[in-house]
């Protein structure tokens, strides 16, 4: 009898002062078996939006494709940057209207528009905003890190630091996440992405 099961993995997204940061760990792994070490698993939607995922990567890599793609339309269209309310809101239609097949991956989208906003969404689309939040089966031990330590008005610096050190408590303890952090940052000035081990 063949079981099913769910690829593991952990993101955290963390506002701060001016910006979000997005972390994920770079494992894929399926059951007790490593499928990938090195998968990226943060994405740049737009020039002040991006997102991280938790679960399959395949479904997350073809909805940040479809976002990609319907947001360059939108800002052709509105003749401005599209807000990251707006990308998540879209996201989430996306999601939902594939509710009965639906795409099987956490979801952390974030970004800068004036102020900095993070909103977390599950398979089924539901947009929940907040200031930190964490997905993946490293979630817990990653809001462990997050409940203690973070403070409104952090500044990049201590953000990246944060979503580093509860990515690696994550790693800790979960089987299924590991080799290597990947760092989006956006603020004002666009996003930029970085490799921390």
Do not use: H, W
Not at 8 to 15: F, L, Y
């Amino acid at each position: 009898m063949a079981y099913m099961y769910m690829p593991g993995a952990t993101a955290v997204g963390i506002t701060y002062t001016g910006g979000i940061v997005l972390a994920s760990e770079r494992r894929i792994s399926y059951g007790n078996f490593v499928v990938s070490k090195t998968t990226k698993k943060t994405f740049k939607i737009t020039d002040f939006v991006g997102a991280c995922c938790a679960g399959m990567v395949a479904d997350m890599q073809v909805l940040a494709m479809q976002m990609r793609a319907l947001t360059k339309v939108r800002k052709l269209e509105l003749k401005r940057e599209i807000p990251p309310n707006s990308v998540a809101k879209m996201m989430s239609s996306l999601m939902y209207e594939r509710r009965f097949y639906p795409l099987l991956t956490q979801v952390i989208v974030g970004g800068v528009d004036g102020d900095a906003t993070i909103y977390t969404l599950d398979p089924l689309g539901s947009v929940l905003p907040d200031d930190y939040a964490a997905v993946g089966t490293g979630a817990e031990m990653a809001l462990g890190v997050l409940d203690q330590e973070f403070k409104k008005g952090m500044q990049e610096k201590d953000a990246v630091t944060l979503a580093v050190k509860s990515i690696r408590s994550a790693i800790m303890r979960d089987a299924a996440s590991g080799d290597g952090i990947d760092v989006l940052v956006c603020d004002k000035n666009g996003i930029r992405e970085s490799v921390q081990n």
